[in-house]
């Protein structure tokens, strides 16, 4: 997390992505999500103490999971277009919840005891999560801070490659 740029555009085409704003992300993300997960943990269970114990919990487990997800995704091309971002966005967000439903359902199970509760949050959140993942890719889109356009290619071979500015 040193801040240097990758070398595989991510986001709006021909930009990089430095590991800081993936983390940045991450965090954001995390903030947004435990928020939703107390709520609906509160809602299901009725229990303050479980729904901070649930919260908190996922607080530690996805924050990484995020970040490796975040990583992992830069590697894929496809979507990286305009055209195609909003497909993108969705479908980086429903696999981040397919992932992020199973921590849920783990962590909520082991809280309450009650696997029928755990079912209920994990459910609930497939829907609240997608949405709200969704909308934070689209403000994170919106965010220049920690991407940089790739070096531009010399006119001539013989000449040296040129930092964007």
């Given at each position: 997390m040193d801040g240097t740029l990758d070398t595989i555009p991510t986001g709006t085409a021909g930009a990089h992505e430095a590991?800081?704003?993936s983390f940045a992300k991450g965090v954001s993300?995390?903030?947004?999500g435990s928020m939703d997960t107390f709520i609906l943990s509160f809602l299901v269970t009725g229990n303050p103490i479980w729904a901070v114990s649930i919260a908190s919990a996922e607080a530690v487990t996805?924050?990484?999971?995020?970040y490796l997800h975040e990583r992992a995704?830069?590697?894929?091309?496809?979507?990286?277009?305009?055209?195609?971002?909003?497909?993108r966005a969705v479908t980086k967000g429903a696999s981040w919840r397919a992932l992020a439903t199973v921590d849920t359902f783990l962590l909520s199970w082991l809280v309450?005891?009650?696997i029928g509760k755990a079912a209920t949050i994990a459910s609930f959140e497939t829907v609240t999560k997608i949405a709200l993942f969704y909308l934070h890719e689209q403000l994170w889109a919106r965010v220049p801070w920690g991407r940089a356009e790739p070096p531009r290619r010399?006119?001539?071979?013989?000449e040296p490659?040129?930092?964007?500015?």
């Open positions: 590991h800081l704003r993300w995390r903030f947004i996805k924050i990484t999971l995020f995704w830069r590697l894929v091309r496809w979507g990286r277009q305009d055209a195609a971002h909003h497909v309450t005891g009650h010399p006119a001539k071979d013989d490659l040129v930092e964007a500015a």
